[in-house]
């Protein structure tokens, strides 16, 4: 009889709960009685994978993001740095002008105004290569408060608030303006 009851238990199906307790004691082989758990498990794997192809990608990302902010913070200090560079090129030339003048041991009046002539035109030459700009109002210009500093207003035939003299003139590199013109104005009538 003990061997009718041995096949008897092993004939008897298995329940649920049964099924839990022996997936309790062997987690490996839980799995294998639940065919949907193997599918959770594939998703699982397949997202942790898509997950660490993100992380990655977002790591590079970020890694490509700084190494530009870190090169165009280096150009900018290099702009910044020899920005200047032009301008002096253009500028060299009229200092050696003026030195060769202080060389010469006996000026004569009409070669020091000659000499001086050519340096103020290689002067206005660099001056218009770099952009900076004269700002000279003509008598009668009407006043730009963006471009001309009044002086003073005096009494003049001419319409009021109008250049009457330019005591001073201005400059402007490119669009803005480096040093107003300093200019008197007409008062009313």
């Given at each position: 009889m ?5 096949k ?13 307790e022996?997936?309790q004691a ?40 700084e ?8 150009d ?7 920005a200047i560079?032009?301008?002096?090129e253009?500028?060299?030339?009229v200092?050696?002008s ?12 009409d ?6 002539e ?9 001056f218009?290569?770099?952009?900076l ?11 730009d408060?963006?471009?001309?500093q ?15 003299t ?5 400059y402007?590199?490119?669009d ?14």
């Open positions: 003990q061997e009718q009851d041995k008897t238990e092993q004939d008897i199906p298995v329940t649920e709960t049964a099924a839990a022996a997936a062997n987690p490996d082989l839980s799995h294998a009685a639940d065919p949907g758990a193997q599918n959770n498990d594939q998703l699982v794997a397949e997202l942790q994978a898509k997950v660490a192809e993100l992380q990655d990608a977002f790591m590079r990302a970020k890694a490509e993001g190494n530009i902010r870190r090169r165009a913070q280096d900018i200090a290099k702009a910044h740095k020899f560079e032009g301008f002096a253009a500028m060299v030339p200092k050696d003026l030195e060769m003048a202080l060389k010469v041991e006996t000026p004569s009046i070669s020091l105004k000659e000499g001086v050519l340096t103020l035109k290689q002067l206005s030459s660099a218009e290569k770099n952009r700009l004269e700002v000279n109002p003509l008598q009668g210009e009407k006043l408060p963006d471009r001309h009044a002086i003073s207003m005096v009494p003049a035939e001419q319409d009021a608030n109008t250049v009457v330019v005591l001073q003139k201005g402007m590199i490119a803005r303006l480096l040093r107003p013109a300093l200019v008197t104005v007409a008062q009313g009538k």
